[in-house]
């Protein structure tokens, strides 16, 4: 069955980048069933969608993070990837990968465990 | 920019009860894209319910959605203590693409 498996750096210091990996088991990260999806909650606080991505490369982003995010796939290791430029403390979250289902319904119906971040210097 | 406002805040009931959640969009929505999530402390979330009424396998018949356009219901009959967790409502089609509600905390006296 699919499972997500994020990855990265727990701590990431002020105006740099963050990198996140999620990695993709149980099917193909190449399939046209799923769009793959980036997701975080701040401590305390809700889900916020940052972005997602198709199999083809196309990636679509929230309106929030358009300037400072990138979303891609490597299709040869099953994998997708966030990167998040010039982050604050306001970035601290738990980062989720997330299949998402669309076509006639949309819905996520498989997530990674999700991975903290903390931005701090 | 369509916005999720979920009501209310804060759910405080006794086992067995019934749990009543709304979701209110700004604008009207597919119901085919409208989809509730449960999270657990310290847990991802978990897929309940998609095209506003249709349970995700595994989700029990005591769960159900409904809702139309604007205002949808996550209902929750015969609360368990299990079902003490953080309710999601979630978009999908509007600018941005995907959003969420602020989300409704269940808490089973």
């Known amino acids: 069955q699919l499972q997500l498996q994020e990855s990265g750096p727990g701590l990431v210091k002020p105006s740099e980048t963050l990198s996140l990996t999620c990695t993709v088991s149980?099917?193909?990260?190449?399939?046209?069933?799923?769009?793959w999806g980036w997701i975080r909650q701040p401590p305390g606080k809700g889900l916020e969608w940052i972005g997602n991505?198709?199999?083809?490369?196309?990636?679509y982003y929230s309106p929030s993070f358009k300037t400072r995010v990138t979303i891609s796939l490597d299709t040869s290791k099953d994998q997708l990837s966030l990167k998040l430029s010039s982050v604050t403390a306001a970035d601290t979250a738990v980062y989720y990968c997330?299949?998402?289902?669309?076509?006639?319904?949309?819905?996520?119906?498989?997530w990674g465990r999700g991975t903290t971040v903390i931005v701090s210097s | 920019e369509i916005v999720l406002t979920q009501s209310p805040d804060t759910l405080s009931l006794s086992p067995g009860e019934r749990a009543t959640l709304s979701c209110r969009a700004s604008?009207?929505?597919?119901?085919?894209?409208l989809a509730w999530y449960q999270q657990k402390p310290g847990q991802a979330p978990r897929l309940l319910i998609y095209g506003a009424s249709s349970r995700a396998t595994g989700i029990p018949d005591r769960i159900s959605g409904s809702g139309s356009e604007t205002d949808f219901t996550l209902t929750i009959n015969r609360l368990e203590p299990e079902d003490s967790a953080v309710y999601y409502c979630?978009?999908?089609?509007?600018?941005?693409?995907?959003?969420f509600g602020g989300g409704t905390k269940v808490e089973i006296k």
């Open positions: 997330a299949a998402e289902w669309v076509g006639f319904y949309h819905y996520m119906d498989v």
């Open positions: 604008q009207s929505i597919s119901s085919s894209y």
């Open positions: 979630q978009q999908y089609g509007s600018s941005p693409l995907v959003t």
């Open positions: 991505i198709v199999y083809n490369g196309s990636a």
């Open positions: 149980g099917g193909s990260i190449s399939s046209s069933t799923y769009y």
